[in-house]
């Protein structure tokens, strides 16, 4: 079974640039959420879709950061502009629920030069 | 108080040792609990879910206590394939899943 899928795996660019990524969660799970990783801060929830609809971004960084899921089948999250301090592993993750294990993809790793 | 908290380790052991981890929770309403896995740049994957009763896959063991509002990881028998850092997962009612920070593991031969 195919599991989340996420792209690119990786994206280098410079700041300033749009950036979006992209992710395509298990069939038939119904949440969606996407991540930041980084050393200094540790896996971040930036936001949640349950049944597409968005839950809760609280943990979305500021305007520049926005994320879609206009079906069940997909969603996007887009940094426009970029800044090198966006640079970090960002994780989509899908799931039967919000309170169910959730299922990561292998992640895209973004470099914001 | 983080909602979730682990010791960041590293737990440095060598292989056929007996390792155990313990996380904390804030939420005493929290009602879901896992250990995840995540090996060095590669995505979190589950390792076992938490059950009130414990429970136990092959040489691991997790358990739940309400009262003291933690729960705990038990490797037995360590293997070098088990390096990696361990996250404690706890769904407080508020933000779908919480993810502590990690207990990296270092088996060593």
């Known amino acids: 079974d195919a599991g989340v899928i996420q792209s690119p795996r990786h994206e280098v660019t410079e700041m300033g640039q749009e950036v979006t990524l992209r992710c395509k969660p298990i069939?038939?799970?119904?949440?969606l959420f996407w991540y930041r990783q980084t050393m200094m801060r540790g896996l971040e929830l930036l936001i949640y879709?349950?049944?597409?609809?968005?839950?809760?971004d609280s943990g979305m960084p500021e305007d520049r950061f926005s994320a879609k899921m206009p079906n069940a089948s997909f969603s996007t999250l887009k940094i426009q502009p970029s800044e090198p301090r966006d640079s970090a592993v960002y994780f989509c993750a899908s799931s039967m629920g919000p309170d169910q294990p959730q299922h990561f993809g292998d992640g895209t790793r973004l470099s914001i030069l | 108080r983080k909602e979730v908290e682990q010791d960041p380790g590293p737990f440095n052991v060598p292989e056929g040792a007996t390792v155990a981890f313990n996380c904390t929770y804030s939420n005493s309403a929290s009602q879901s609990f896992f250990w995840y896995r995540q090996d060095c740049r590669k995505e979190p994957k589950l390792l076992m879910s938490?059950?009130?009763s414990g429970n136990e896959d092959g040489r691991f063991t997790a358990q739940l206590n309400r009262a003291s509002q933690y729960i705990s990881l038990l490797i037995r028998d360590s293997k070098l394939s088990d390096s990696a850092t361990y996250l404690c997962?706890?769904?407080?009612?508020?933000?779908?899943?919480?993810f502590g920070s990690g207990t990296r593991l270092q088996v060593q031969p």
């Open positions: 879709f349950n049944n597409n609809v968005p839950i809760d």
């Open positions: 069939s038939g799970h119904n949440s």
């Open positions: 997962v706890v769904h407080t009612g508020r933000r779908a899943l919480t």
């Open positions: 938490v059950y009130s």
